[in-house]
Nanobody
Framework: QVQLIESGGGLVQTGGSLRLSCAAS????????MGWFRQAPEKEREFVAF????????RYADSVKGRFTISRDNAKNTVNLQMNSLKPEDTAVYYCATKDGYIRGAYYRASEYGYWGQGTQVTVSS
């Protein structure tokens, strides 16, 4: 019922910036917490950033804290990830996903999320 489409990925040099967007379908977007995850080749999917349904709380992986910023616009059914000071180790496919905003669960666990986008490739050249 919920479709998520990521966009904004691409190729960028070390130290550069990218802004990822995730567009959601439906009228229930504001009922979900949202997360960004990423997956590099031969690695498990890892948590990147989290934001509550109203945008009042955010959480980040230590590896991106201070460099990435998650935000959302419920009126537009979008969640964004501003990525600054990019490093080669940020290279991965980035996914946005929904989490039930009314059920307790670890925001950093991919298994807590229900709907996933198709992913967008981010490549940071060294």
């Amino acid at each position: 019922q919920v479709q998520l489409i990521e966009s904004g990925g691409g190729l960028v040099q070390t130290g550069g910036s990218l802004r990822l967007s995730c567009a959601a379908s439906g009228r229930t977007f504001s009922s979900y917490d949202m997360g960004w995850f990423r997956q590099a080749p031969e690695k498990e999917r890892e948590f990147v950033a989290f934001i509550t349904r109203s945008g009042g709380l955010t959480r980040y992986a230590d590896s991106v804290k201070g460099r990435f910023t998650i935000s959302r616009d419920n009126a537009k059914n979008t969640v964004n990830l501003q990525m600054n000071s990019l490093k080669p180790e940020d290279t991965a496919v980035y996914y946005c996903a929904t989490k039930d905003g009314y059920i307790r669960g670890a925001y950093y666990r991919a298994s807590e999320y229900g709907y996933w986008g198709q992913g967008t490739q981010v490549t940071v050249s060294s």
